[in-house]
Antibody
């Protein structure tokens, strides 16, 4: 079945970077875009950007431009999201998700990765 | 950038009908999707393309979209429907994904 499995929780100090992975299985990896959103404690969903696994092309939300980098390794069907210059407000659960169709609905989500930024 | 506005909370008694709105400029011209998120879990798609249901989602979940408002309707509400609900669209002009702020559904 279609599945996205993310890496485990991380604790980082302010100013550091974090890299979260999202391993896809059960479908053709290069056929669907992968997006990232985050959810701060008690807050809503904040979209971060997408990556096209076929080409490696990326598009980032303006809020995160200059701080986020998304990449993929097609040999292991894995997408990565790296966020740099961490501050306490970056403490959140980070989700990857697959979008399908012309209307870009999210039909599969990863389980989420908690990133805690604390000195 | 495109903005989607949801009420923070909606309350409903069991067996009644809950309506959750999502407002946006000319949102009726876009395809809207709805997600249910329970505490500690990832969101789950419950309605897509305004009014279609994924397999496994009860018929009690339905949607509509016209003008400046889209609506998720949950009929014969059950305790298990208590969750946060998010609307989402793809803004083709910017190629951005946009989520509403979320609505907490409380079953009284």
């Amino acid at each position: 079945q279609v599945q996205l499995v993310q890496s485990g929780a991380e604790v980082k100090k302010p100013g550091a970077s974090v890299k979260v992975s999202c391993k896809a299985s059960g479908y053709t990896f290069t056929g669907y875009y992968i997006h990232w959103v985050r959810q701060a404690p008690g807050q809503g969903l904040e979209w971060m950007g997408w990556l096209n696994p076929a080409s490696g092309a990326t598009h980032y939300a303006q809020t995160f431009q200059g701080r986020v980098t998304m990449a993929r390794d097609t040999s292991i069907t894995t997408v990565y999201m790296e966020l740099s210059g961490l501050i306490s407000d970056d403490t959140a659960v980070y989700y990857c998700g697959r979008t399908v169709g012309g209307t870009r609905l999210w039909d599969c989500w990863g389980q989420g990765t908690l990133v805690t930024v604390s000195s | 950038s495109y903005v989607l506005t949801q009420p923070p909370s909606v309350s409903v008694a069991p067996g009644q009908t809950a309506s959750i709105t999502c407002g946006g400029n000319n949102i009726g011209s876009k395809s809207i999707h709805w997600y249910q998120q329970k505490p500690g879990q990832a969101p789950v798609l419950v309605v897509y393309d305004d009014s279609d249901r994924p397999s496994g989602i009860p018929e009690r979940f339905s949607g509509s979209n016209s003008g400046n408002t889209a609506t998720l309707t949950i009929g014969r509400v059950e305790a298990g429907d208590e969750a946060d609900y998010y609307c989402q669209v793809w803004d083709s002009s910017s190629d951005d994904q946009v989520f509403g702020g979320g609505t907490k559904l409380t079953v009284l």
